[in-house]
């Protein structure tokens, strides 16, 4: 393809839109002029691409009709305030915050729903979803015709930079303090983070289920095109700075063949599947990696129509950015 895009990145300096950022370069995406945004704390700053450093300027003041496309990286409320405004103008959007409507933005991952974007109109208006759910639907993707699924049920164990460079940051300082036997002090999180594991990730509604839960419920069904699906998530937060890991449990509505389930798996795109006598880990194995891995995968211990597997994947690369990449990848197959 010799045409090139004009692309906008609102979030550049956050987690997600450093890496996003990299892999526009690593997968030599088709860019013309690179326009880097945030808020006003971070805009002056700069990020480097293609051997020169590009400077960040406020998201405010951007004209976004100098884009053909915009990834969303930074918080809802962000999108809220500017992805209409970029539509307007003619200016394609990519949102990885959660923020749009399905019926106006719908969830896609491509090695699950990637054919959902030839109906869709220009400008395109897309969400990439919530690691854990891009994760789980790369997975189940081809494993949907050889199972008759009836439940999911998904135990996260989230790394800390789900919730940004504060997050990160403090897990780093907690441990810090504790390995040199200093009294630990606590701020972003409300106790203890480093060398432990937090029952919940963010604030449970009157039911007891915090948003993320309630968020990866939702658009696994979507990306699956499974709305009656029966899900069930545990959303735990891990002392771990990169990399989520989940147990998975699928109930099935007849015994499943463990060989034809390993070749699905071991075929499927966007998967590393690894033999039973290993197991992946989010350190070991998918940070930095472009594939969600997979193992650990057998009967119920007296259920031979229950199926469990062991997931790890790069939440802020796999998960995020890089399916975001991946859409844009899709849509400039047709003029943007």
């Known amino acids: 393809m010799n045409q090139s895009f004009d692309i906008a990145v609102v979030g550049a300096t956050g987690t997600v839109g450093e890496i996003l950022v990299q892999i526009l370069e690593e997968r030599d995406f088709p860019v013309a002029n690179l326009h880097l945004l945030a ?3 971070s805009a002056g700053s700069s990020v480097p691409f293609r051997g020169k450093n590009v400077r960040v300027r406020e998201v405010d003041e951007f004209d976004f009709s100098k884009a053909k496309l915009v990834f969303f990286a930074a918080g809802p409320a962000v999108t ?33 729903n990637g054919h959902l974007l030839a109906g869709l109109a220009q400008p395109f208006q897309i969400s990439s979803p919530s690691p854990s759910a891009t994760a789980l639907a790369v997975v189940l993707a081809p494993l949907r015709q050889l199972l008759d699924l ?31 036997m200093h009294p ?8 203890q983070m480093a ?5 919940q990730v963010g604030k449970p509604d009157e039911q007891g289920h915090v948003p993320l839960e309630k968020r990866l419920v939702t658009e696994l069904r979507e990306v699956l095109g499974m709305p009656g699906l029966k899900v069930s998530v545990t959303c735990i937060q891990a002392p771990v700075f ?13 015994p499943v063949d463990l060989q034809a389930v390993n070749a699905a798996l071991e075929a499927g795109e966007g ?22 891995y997979v193992g650990r995968v057998r009967h119920g211990v007296d259920d031979s129509s229950e199926l469990n597997l062991w997931l ?22 047709d003029p943007l």
């Open 184 to 191: 630990l002090e606590t701020r972003f999180f409300d106790r």
């Open 39 to 41: 808020s006003s704390e």
């Open 150 to 180: 009836q439940r999911v049920t998904v135990t996260a164990c989230l790394a800390v930079s789900a919730q940004g460079r504060e997050a990160v940051s403090e897990l780093a300082r907690q441990t810090t303090s504790l390995l040199n």
């Open 242 to 254: 990169f990399g989520d890991s989940y147990s998975v449990s699928l109930q099935l509505a007849a």
């Open 271 to 292: 998967i590393e599947w690894v033999e039973a006598d290993d197991y992946p880990t989010a350190v070991g194995d998918a940070v930095g990696q472009d594939v969600v």
């Open 312 to 333: 790890a994947s790069d939440n802020v690369r796999k998960g995020a950015a890089l399916n975001a990449v991946q859409l844009a990848e899709l849509l400039i197959k």
């Open 80 to 112: 809220l305030s500017f992805a209409a405004k970029a539509r307007a103008a003619g200016c394609s959007v990519i949102d990885l915050s959660g923020a749009l409507p399905a019926d106006q933005a719908p969830q896609i991952v491509p090695e699950s």
């Open 195 to 199: 060398f432990n594991l937090l029952a």
